[in-house]
Every structure is written in structure tokens, then in C-alpha cells.
């Protein structure tokens, strides 16, 4: 399915990447917006709110963060695609209803503007600890998809991908950008509408007398409906059997929970994305994300320079987390040296893949600035002795 | 009365979902069947109607109903429907919430959707607790009585939901009993026909937690202290003052015309179009 031209800005421009943001929702057909104004993620809910309307679509401005991910969700079922953005506090918030369109098996999209944290933290200044929290922060078992865009322009793609892969596994997908990337204003292109690709909703093809709304398919996702097409649907938050109504059992448990799990889990290695930079031949690979990809440019150029052979493996897609990829690189350089800005998150994801295979190397850093790359550079330094 | 449980029968998911989780005596019944016959009388279509509703025993009612059904999270039904609703705004969103989910947990989505007014019906069942949970005082529960978390009374104040509701800025407010049932049916009716956000607060029991809590007898007991305490809003002019004062108004409360959300969001689309 190709984009809805009337939606797509398509030229080149100067944004910033939460415009950018604005623009690869707008691209990717979606038309439901429902936000709360927090730093420094506001740019974008000002740019949906002139531009949506103009194109039919809708912004409504929420009374907190759980009221809009709750708007997010209600909106999907009433057929529309659907997104929010916030930054640290508000994903708190969020986290509730994120669980539950992990378990209604909504797709929707949640844009963290990261900043420094804990709590109200540096609202105007970058972070990246949010991480594991994308990963795990809302109660109970599920999988998650969290892509981290490094760029405005990213941002426009990354928005479209995540769109796409919460239409194809039915999970809300979570962009994991930082203030850096959001505030930082760069050439951003946007290519016609008819090159750029959409995956459409999964609506069934059957009856209302054959449909069950959580049977899944071959690939574990089942198929969906809205509401006022008569299927008349039930969905709850509470464990449910195929045809979406409550049982508390441990069989329906394991059943519904495990397919929540492996859906994302059996097809990871056809979500994962990375960007290798000179890792064929690498001794080191800075294992980096967002803003800090970029930081750690000039210190694996340093190093190059030196003799030393670095590299870089970036997250494009920081879960599900790269294990495949990291373990066959661990297998043949020295070490991982990974640049995040927070104390160790996907760091100790590296370490639970690498296994020992090689060293494995954490440049911290708390946030509200980014890295020095004289920093990385010296941990790549002692990452060859 | 033959024709009653018949109409009611036509629109649950009887097969699929009976027995319900309702304690024998509760009045969360008596409300679905107001509903039902309501919707019944209306002749809205079966499927351009979603029931969305929030956690506790009123929130369950969804399950039971042959609509569009959506259960949710604790205090958030009324921002889920307001994103149903703005989505597709032909279908008809009615909202079943209880006094700890809309009050205490939803009370911030309760006065914004009470301010905003999307056309959305929300049937407030306020049965003064807890009941899912075990009985604990809720914010609608009055001073001194006892909850599992209030063994020595109660010393908060309760809300008065419908007044909230007004001060909030909802254009309809409308207050029954699952007593009243006749009533109720038609609050129910007017309130889907309004244009713009409808609360009906229906005063209801929990004869099971609330009830034997505070010694205030079985079902029926309760039901009868519904009826003597609830004064038809056109006789309350009649009433000397003293008399009202532990008594709670019925009927139409407040019923204003005020610009409808999704209507004027409609003048916003065409606004940006026409500046282009």
C-alpha cells in the first residue's frame, strides 16, 4: 500500500526532528493525534494540531498522559491509525495503557522525546534512560518494538517504520528519539507519496458469524476489526480466550501471554534493524544509539586514524534487542564499547548476548549533555589493550 | 412485563457470557436493563452502538451487552471513548463507570469530558463503594459510613456527582435510582438523544458489601430507602427545606445547548482547509 498523498510533504526541507516527527506520522496515514503538552516533546503535538486538521485528520489536546495513550487506543478501534508523543514523566504515565494495548493487541504509536531523568530530571536537556523502561515498563509480560531515531531525517523514516510494524505485529511501537535529535534542525527530504510504502491494517476478510477477534494466523497476530462493521466485537484488559471474552485460567494465560511474547520473539530477526559502519574489518564496535551514534563518529574516526580498526553497530531498532547480530560480532572483535547516555541499559544487553565472547565496555554518561567524544575514544583505547 | 425480559434478552450475549459476576440483589442489573430497553426504544442499530467501560463491578456490564464492547483501565473509559468517538463520530459511545472509577481513579478524565463535550453517554452507577474490590470507601461513599478501609466511618466528604458534573460544564446531567426503573429507562433515553455529554448518575446499592456494612439491610430494604429518599426535581420546590435535607434530587438536572466537540472540530478541519 503506497502513502496518501495529501499527507505527505514532499520536497526538501528544514526541520527539526520533532517536525519531522509531525511529518512521518502525516506520511504514514496517520490521522488521530491525542497528546499532553510536556517538554521536550511539544513541537510535534503543535505541528499535528495545524497540520492534521488540514488533511481531515484530528488532534485533541488530552487532560494528562494517561487520558491520551487511553485516546490513542479508542481511536484504533474506531479504525483510525493512531499516536502520541511525550518525554520521561509522561511515559510514567503511559505505561498503563501501553500494557493494555499490548494485551488488545493495538497498533498505535508512542514518540518519546527523551530527557534527563529521574523524574521531572532536565526537561530541556537530552537523555536516554528510558531504555529499559520502553522495554519493561509497563506490568506483566509482553514484547514491545522501540526504534531510536540519530537524525531529523531519521525521524520522518523511523515514524513510517514504526507505523508499519505496529500495523504488521499489532503492538503499540514505541520511537525512542532524544532531545538532541528532536530540537537539532537538519535537511530533511521527503520523498513522494507513491514511494513510500505502508503496511495496511490486518482487517479480516471474514464474516461476523466466522471472525474470532484474537485467532491468530500462521504468524501469531491475529486479524482486526473496527467498530460499526458489524462484528460487534468484545476487548478487554482482562486475560481472554480467542474470541476476546475474560477467562481466569492458567491455560488462557499461557496461551495468550505466550503468543504475545513470541509473536515479537519468533519474528525478530524480520524486525531488527541496524546500521553497521566499518565493522568488517573492526577490532572494537561502539554499540551506540540516537544522539550518542553520532557523538561517537569523531572518536571511531580518531581511532581509524591511529591504526586502531572501530566500528560502529547502531540501533535502529533497539528491541527487539539485535541478539543474532551482536553475538556473530563478539565472536570476532575485542570488544563492545557501548555509548549511552545513562548509567548501563542496553549495555547489559549487550553483556547478556556477548557472553563472554569479548570484552565489553560501558561509556556512561547521565545526560543533559552528550558524550565527549574524547571520552569514547579513550574507552576504545583501552578497549584494544 | 412479559415483553421486558424479551426486549432485554434480544441484546445479550447470553450464550457467551452467563452467569455474570453480579451478586445476587445487585442493582448494576436493574441499570443494564434500563439501558437496553432504552437503546431498544431508540432503535439505534446494534452495531453503531460501543459500550466502553472502565474497571469495577459496573464495568463489567460490556461483556454481557451484543454492541461494540470495549473494557479498559481503572478511571479511563471516558478518554477511550472520547478517542472512539472523534475516530468515528456516527457511532453512538456510551460509557458505564462506577463512583471509585469516574470520581476518585478518573476523576481528572471526568470533569474534562464533563468541559469538552464530545457527545459521549456516561451512566455513572454510583453504589457509594468498592464492590469489585471488597467493599473500601469510595469517593461518593457519605461521612461516617463504613467501608473495609473505613472501620471507623468514613471522615472524608462525599462528592455530590451530578453538581460536579454541572460545575464541570456538562450541557446534561440527569439523576435516577435503580429503583426508579421506569424512570431510569427514560433519563437513559434522553440522555443518548442529547447532543453533546450526557451523565446520568444512577443512585444504586451494594447490598452484598455496603449493605451489610452498614446494616442497611438486604436488597429490597435498600431499593425502599431508594424510593424515600429521592425527590422528583419538579416536586422540590414543594418541599420545605428541612425535609430535603438528607434526600437527593431525580429527574433532569441540567440540560443546556453549549457548541458539541466533535462539531466544532468539524469547523477547525474546515477552517485549515479554507486557509490553504
Known amino acids: 500500500m503506497k502513502a496518501d498523498p495529501k499527507g505527505v510533504l514532499t520536497g526538501e526541507h528544514y526541520l527539526d526532528g520533532d517536525h519531522a516527527c509531525a511529518e512521518g506520522a502525516l506520511a504514514a496515514g496517520c490521522r488521530f493525534f491525542a497528546g499532553y503538552p510536556i517538554t521536550p516533546s511539544t513541537e510535534v503535538a503543535e505541528r499535528v494540531s495545524e497540520r492534521f486538521p488540514d488533511i481531515g485528520g484530528i488532534f485533541i489536546q488530552m487532560e494528562d498522559e494517561m487520558g491520551s495513550m487511553a485516546a490513542v487506543i479508542g481511536a484504533a478501534w474506531g479504525g483510525a491509525k493512531s499516536m502520541t508523543v511525550t518525554s520521561g514523566p509522561g511515559f510514567s504515565l503511559m505505561m498503563e495503557n501501553i500494557g493494555l494495548a499490548a494485551m488488545m493487541e493495538t497498533p498505535c504509536v508512542v514518540i518519546n522525546v527523551q530527557r534527563g531523568g529521574p523524574s521531572t530530571g532536565l526537561p530541556t536537556l537530552p537523555g536516554q534512560a528510558d531504555m529499559m523502561q520502553a522495554r519493561w515498563g509497563s506490568h506483566g509480560d509482553y514484547e514491545i518494538i522501540a526504534l531510536c531515531p540519530n537524525s531529523p531525517q531519521e525521524c520522518f523514516e523511523v515514524v513510517i517504520e514504526a507505523f508499519n510494524l505496529s500495523e504488521k505485529y499489532r503492538v503499540p511501537v514505541l520511537v525512542m528519539a532524544d532531545e538532541c535529535v528532536g530540537h537539532m534542525t537538519e535537511k530533511v527530504v521527503i520523498p513522494k507519496a507513491d514511494e513510500i510504502k505502508l503496511y495496511p491494517r490486518r482487517y479480516t476478510k471474514l464474516s461476523p458469524r466466522e471472525y474470532l477477534p484474537f485467532k491468530p494466523g500462521k504468524d501469531l497476530i491475529p486479524e482486526m476489526v473496527k467498530a460499526g462493521d458489524g462484528y460487534k466485537f468484545h476487548i478487554t484488559g482482562l486475560t481472554h480466550d480467542e474470541k476476546g471474552y475474560p477467562v481466569m485460567t492458567w491455560e488462557a494465560q499461557e496461551k495468550l501471554v505466550r503468543r504475545l511474547v513470541e509473536k515479537i520473539r519468533l519474528n525478530a530477526d524480520e524486525i531488527v534493524h541496524v546500521e553497521e559502519i566499518d565493522t568488517e574489518d573492526a577490532e572494537v564496535v561502539i554499540l551506540s544509539y540516537g544522539i550518542s551514534s553520532r557523538v561517537a563518529i569523531p572518536a571511531i574516526q580518531k581511532a581509524r586514524k591511529e591504526g586502531i580498526k572501530a566500528g560502529q553497530l547502531r540501533l535502529v531498532i533497539a528491541w527487539p534487542f539485535p541478539e543474532k547480530k551482536v553475538r556473530e560480532l563478539a565472536k570476532k572483535i575485542k570488544a563492545f564499547v557501548v555509548v549511552e547516555m545513562n548509567y548501563g541499559q542496553m549495555f547489559y544487553e549487550v553483556e547478556r548476548c556477548v557472553q563472554g565472547d569479548c570484552k565489553t565496555l560501558l561509556v556512561p554518561h547521565g545526560g543533559g549533555w552528550v558524550h565527549d567524544p574524547e571520552d569514547i575514544y579513550k574507552a576504545i583505547k583501552e578497549a584494544i589493550k | ?276
Not at chain 2, 48 to 61: F, N
Not at chain 2, 164 to 182: C, D, E, K, M, N
Not at chain 2, 248 to 257: A, K, N, S
Open chain 2, 1 to 276: 412485563m412479559e415483553l421486558i425480559p424479551k426486549v432485554t434478552h434480544h441484546y445479550l450475549r447470553t450464550k457467551k457470557k452467563f452467569p455474570n459476576v453480579w451478586c445476587a440483589g445487585c442493582g448494576i442489573g436493574i441499570v443494564m436493563g434500563a439501558i437496553i430497553r432504552a437503546i431498544d426504544k431508540l432503535k439505534l442499530s446494534r452495531d453503531e452502538v460501543v459500550m466502553v467501560s472502565g474497571i469495577g463491578c459496573s464495568s463489567r456490564m460490556p461483556v454481557y451487552v451484543d454492541f461494540n464492547t470495549l473494557h479498559t483501565t481503572h478511571g479511563r473509559p471516558l478518554a477511550f471513548a472520547t478517542g472512539v468517538k472523534l475516530a468515528k463520530p456516527s457511532l453512538k459511545v456510551i460509557v458505564i463507570t462506577g463512583d471509585g472509577d469516574a470520581l476518585a481513579i478518573g476523576g481528572n478524565h471526568f470533569i474534562h469530558a464533563c468541559r469538552r463535550n464530545i457527545d459521549l453517554t456516561c451512566i455513572l452507577v454510583n453504589n457509594q463503594t468498592y464492590g469489585m474490590t471488597g467493599g473500601q470507601f469510595s469517593p461518593s461513599t457519605p461521612f461516617m459510613k463504613i467501608g473495609t478501609t473505613a472501620p471507623y466511618g468514613n471522615r472524608e466528604r462525599a462528592f455530590d456527582i451530578s453538581k460536579l458534573a454541572i460545575a464541570s460544564g456538562a450541557p446534561f446531567v440527569a439523576r435516577g435510582t435503580a429503583y426508579h426503573v421506569v424512570q431510569l429507562e427514560k433519563l437513559v433515553e434522553q440522555a443518548t438523544l442529547k447532543k453533546g455529554f450526557s451523565l446520568v448518575e444512577v443512585i444504586s446499592h451494594c447490598p452484598t458489601l455496603y449493605g451489610r456494612l452498614n446494616k442497611e439491610g438486604d436488597a429490597v430494604e435498600m431499593l425502599k430507602w431508594q424510593r424515600g429518599h429521592a425527590i422528583p426535581i419538579s416536586a422540590a420546590g414543594k418541599v420545605p427545606p428541612e425535609k430535603l435535607r438528607d434526600k437527593f434530587l431525580t429527574g433532569v438536572l441540567w440540560d443546556i445547548e453549549f457548541p458539541e466537540y466533535c462539531e466544532e472540530y468539524d469547523k477547525v478541519i474546515a477552517e485549515a482547509q479554507r486557509r490553504d
